[in-house]
């Protein structure tokens, strides 16, 4: 190829193939810039442009997903990047029966955010961009108030309905939640085609760690729900992510994607080394743009560009970049693919 563009290499590196350079992003949340349509394309559209990004993953606001089931959030008191949980559409365990399949044009949260990709992909027109959408058992947990994660608790609610209430006690009514959830989330996932869309960065949060999920409840709660959102998003390259310590990312080698994103210096997981099949997505340590630590940073990014030399391989942050980055790491980050 005499000419590379950005969606080339996107294409090519996320096919299992090599491009004439590695592609690099990052991505954080603008918490004051999330709430509507409008201010979340803005951001986005001036945030990719300002450091030239290869590729866009889109930040929407944490609970996005969960809202379209009737959860409420104050958006005037955040904790991190979670606002404010007020009310959850399932306060017990025995209202998982209530949740239904949604259509994503009748849902405001989701139409919302449709028409941001539609703003995105006409402000970023060359630009592969792809929407972040959380895995069904991670939104079950946001919904019910309940942490997606071992080691967190959720912003505004003290006492959430335990884990065995929902998937001992009432483990039928979890089923039909997560079958109603990834319904949805697959109709939305075909609307987001429509809407620009180049595939998916798919969240699996804490939910792999196995003191939270073992492989016999991961493969039964995560796993068939996973597959129906994923097989909706075929048309694209997805990305998908496995969050926090203890991440497993080996256990989706036979997941329906083409990246594969974790912490690759968290507590149990491996490096960038790891025998995975998926294109793998990382190698700098988000939580150094913190301390804006340019030298770490540079560091990190010549050895991952190193190891992973002569292999299909996207640079990026292990995971969302924190609130208080500087321009300084950014730009340091963006320059590191051509040094």
């Known amino acids: ?37 409008d201010d979340l394309a803005e951001t986005t559209i001036s ?13 929407p606001r944490a609970t996005y997903l969960a809202e379209a089931w009737g959860n409420q959030y104050d958006f005037a008191d955040y904790q991190t990047v979670f606002p404010r949980q007020q009310t959850t559409a399932i306060p017990t365990a025995a209202n998982l029966w209530d949740i239904e399949v949604i259509k994503a044009v009748d849902s405001a949260p989701l139409a919302e955010h449709l028409d941001a990709v539609r703003k995105i992909r006409k402000g970023l027109p060359e630009t592969p961009l792809i929407q972040t959408v959380f895995s069904p058992l991670t939104v079950l947990l946001f919904i019910v108030g309940r942490s997606a994660y071992v080691y967190k608790t959720v912003f505004g609610i003290e006492h959430p309905v335990t884990l065995e209430s929902l998937f001992k006690e009432h483990r039928a009514a979890a089923h039909h939640a997560l079958h109603a959830i990834s319904l949805t989330l697959a109709d939305y996932v075909q609307e987001l085609r429509q809407a620009g869309s180049d595939g998916l960065f798919y969240a699996v949060t804490g939910t792999a760690h196995p003191e939270l999920f073992d492989d016999d409840m991961f493969n039964e709660l995560s796993r068939p729900y996973d597959s129906i959102v994923l097989e909706a998003a075929s048309y694209g390259k ?14 989706f080698n036979d997941y329906r994607i083409d990246g594969i994103s974790w912490d690759t210096v968290a507590e149990g997981n491996p490096g960038l080394d790891a025998n995975l099949k998926a294109t793998k997505v990382g190698g700098v340590d988000h ?23 002569n292999q299909p391989f996207i640079l990026s942050p292990n995971c969302a970049i924190p609130l208080n980055v500087t321009d300084e790491a950014l730009e340091q980050l963006k320059k590191s693919v051509s040094e």
């Open 1 to 37: 190829m005499s000419e590379w563009s950005k969606q080339d290499r996107f294409n090519a590196l996320l096919s299992g193939e090599l491009a004439d350079r590695p592609i690099v992003s990052g991505w954080r949340h603008f918490i004051d810039k999330e709430q509507n349509e």
């Open 47 to 59: 945030f990719t442009k300002k450091y030239d990004w290869d590729w866009v993953k889109i930040n």
């Open 238 to 251: 997805n990305i998908l992510h496995t969050c926090g310590p203890y991440a497993r990312p080996e256990i």
């Open 287 to 309: 939580a150094l743009f913190a301390a804006n630590n340019i030298a770490q940073i540079k560091q990190q990014a010549k050895e991952a560009l190193t190891l992973m030399k």
